[in-house]
């Protein structure tokens, strides 16, 4: 366990008095270097105590065993995916990309990147961010195509 440790107090005597000196022959005072203050070394945490109770944090929990994901899942996750993508050729397909502002065209750009960025995710057999990328273009079509 860590605590703060208070340095010794030293006694010292009061500097002395100067007189003032002709300027001519004054030299620069410099004060006397103070030797270095020792600091105690921390106390080392006894080994055999269990970490959490000398950090005062819960003890890290052992690591999860990852497993593969079922076929069933992976399906059904693919299939949503491609509904998603599905939707968003669809929104795409009904927007005149000649009629767009700036703005709209680069999200039209966006949604297409997106959907290109999930099937290649989908051909990587990364569902989770093919999803996300599925949805993402999803959204952006349908903005477009509500306009």
């Known amino acids: 366990m860590l605590a703060p440790v208070e340095e010794p107090a030293t006694a010292s005597a009061p ?12 030299a620069p005072r410099t004060p ?3 030797p270095p203050a020792r600091r105690p070394e921390p106390e080392r945490p006894d080994s055999s105590a269990p ?11 052992p690591p ?3 497993r593969p994901a079922s076929p069933a899942a992976d399906a059904a996750a693919e299939r949503e995916t491609r509904d998603s993508l599905a939707r968003a050729a669809g929104a795409l397909s009904r ?3 000649g009629r767009l502002n700036a703005d709209a065209r680069a999200q039209y750009d966006q949604a297409k990147r997106f959907m290109e960025q999930a099937q290649q995710a989908l051909r990587d057999r990364n569902f989770v961010f093919a999803a996300t990328l599925a949805d993402k273009a999803a959204t952006l079509a349908a ?3 509500g306009r």
């Open 95 to 97: 927007v005149d990309y």
């Open 64 to 66: 999860r065993e990852l």
């Open 15 to 26: 500097p002395p008095v100067e007189t003032p000196a002709p300027a001519a022959a004054a």
């Open 32 to 34: 006397p270097p103070r």
């Open 51 to 61: 970490a959490a109770a000398t950090t005062g944090q819960p003890a890290a929990e």
């Open 143 to 145: 903005g477009l195509s």
